[in-house]
């Protein structure tokens, strides 16, 4: 596989499909890090967090060898959530906008929902509490 040309890496990178196949290949093949991989492509060694959001978006699955350790809560715990069928429009058009996975964007919303402490969210909270 040849390596395609990044240009100018100095600011935004567009993403097309040779780059992130170059990437994939990086990874899969070779074994680089997120910091390797930076390096290749012409950015600098502090820019690998770029790397690992590229890596995320587009189900890369990166050695886990060097960088930071994956922070979690103490006590994180996964759930399924269900979105109804008429807003699943909304959440696939703003997935494909931000290039995540819709359950990440459903993960982020609701994230943001219980820790800005919207009231809507609160009152759910106090009637779990209560049982």
Known sequence: MSKPNFGNVDRRIEWNDDRVAWVRHLVEEK????????????????????????????????????????????GARAYRVGVQHRNSGPLARLAARHSLDPSRIAEMILNAAIETGDTFCENLLDLDTEQ
């Open 31 to 74: 074994g680089m890090t997120a910091r390797e991989i930076a390096l290749d492509i012409g950015l600098a060694a502090n820019q690998a967090p770029r790397i690992f959001e590229l890596c995320k978006r587009c189900n890369i699955q990166l050695s886990g060898q060097g960088g930071r350790p994956r922070q979690e809560a103490a």
